[in-house]
């Protein structure tokens, strides 16, 4: 079996993302696919679809024109799109492939931490909770941790010697546990995870059919990489872990990887292009989300501003204001 079947077999059990290389190589040259190119201003437009017979705040919330966004940068040699062939999923094919809505019953984000989340070395979970009911408008729980041992999940030791989760594992245990009122229901932990036994690592992964996903916060401690943590340490962690999280719910409302513009749905192929993207989705992406959730765009801004200044994004708590006072001047 090739590194490509291997791959659309993973998918075909969900979405994958932020994937690593393959632990074992050889073949993967002739899979290769074709040169990434940018989209233009015609395409964007196009993706985002037509705006004739909505709000006039809804036309600026989703302007493909807007200075707010930039395009999809062109992918560096590792980059996610130079080793990922991607499509993209225009606002038009994401109505059409009828994704899972919150609706009046199942209306809630769960989240079930696996494993310990040592204080000082984890994210704020509570923080988590904040920034995801304010990003998707929903009302979010977190459940009791529970502990790894004897969960029938499958691990393994990294080469490098860190213990690794089955991810898939993962996802088959949750889909037995998802509440009733559950939109979805999300694991998060500090314990690295693999999707298959040939590839290094996955930051995380997602089940659309079983509305389950699982991610993992390991790899944005710098003290993962051996490196001492400093002043900036907690604030960064916490930003890669909301990013993270709001990227894999994404997958959950059915929200494919962007390639339209330089968007947090962007996939992401290691911690620098990662770190790269922005925290906010672009215009066809939000379209999307609100198509799945509506709510208000100018309040949803305002309440991520907040957020963003409590815990001193200052650049992105700017970018979240200004997006909230154009749309108020409608």
């Known amino acids: 079996m090739t590194i490509r079947t291997r791959l659309i077999l993973i998918i075909s059990l969900g979405c994958i993302c932020a994937m690593a290389i393959a632990l074992n190589t050889p073949g993967r040259g002739e899979t290769e696919p074709a040169s990434f190119i940018p989209p233009d201003s015609d395409q964007r437009a196009a993706a985002v679809?037509?705006?004739r017979n909505i709000s006039a705040q809804l036309r600026l919330a989703f302007d493909p024109d807007s200075d707010s966004f930039s395009s999809v940068p062109a992918p560096g040699p590792s980059d996610w799109l130079a080793n990922h062939s991607e499509l993209g999923q225009t606002?038009?094919?994401?109505v059409r492939s009828q994704p899972n809505r919150p609706d009046l019953i199942r209306g809630k984000l769960y989240f079930q931490p696996l494993g310990e989340f040592d204080e000082g070395k984890s994210p704020d979970l509570k923080r988590l909770q904040d920034f995801a009911s304010r990003f998707f408008a929903l009302p979010v729980e977190i459940l009791p941790g529970i502990k790894l041992e004897g969960l029938p999940i499958q691990t393994?030791?990294?080469p490098e010697g860190h213990r690794q989760l089955l991810s898939t594992d993962v996802l088959t245990w949750l889909s037995n546990r998802i509440p009733a009122d559950a939109y979805c229901m999300l694991a998060v932990t500090m314990t690295d995870?693999?999707?298959d036994p040939e590839w290094n690592f996955v930051f995380g992964q997602a089940s659309l059919r079983n509305r389950v996903g699982v991610y993992s916060f390991a790899r944005y401690d710098p003290a993962f990489y051996g490196r001492q943590p400093d002043e900036q340490t907690e604030k960064l962690v916490l930003e890669r872990s909301c990013k993270v999280l709001a990227?894999?719910?994404?997958?959950?409302?059915g929200i494919r990887h962007c390639v339209h513009y330089h968007c947090l749905m962007n996939g992401s192929n290691h911690l620098d292009e990662s770190d790269a993207n922005p925290i906010h989705l672009c215009p066809v992406c939000l379209r999307k989300m609100h198509?799945?959730?509506a709510f208000d765009v100018e309040n949803r801004y305002q309440a991520l501003a907040e957020f963003c200044e409590s815990v001193n994004w200052q650049e992105t708590a700017r970018w979240y204001s200004v997006r909230a006072t154009r749309l108020k001047s409608r």
């Open 49 to 51: 679809g037509s705006l």
């Open 91 to 94: 606002f038009a094919q994401y």
């Open 156 to 158: 393994r030791q990294h």
């Open 193 to 195: 995870l693999y999707p």
């Open 247 to 253: 990227h894999e719910t994404g997958h959950m409302f």
């Open 291 to 293: 198509h799945a959730k």
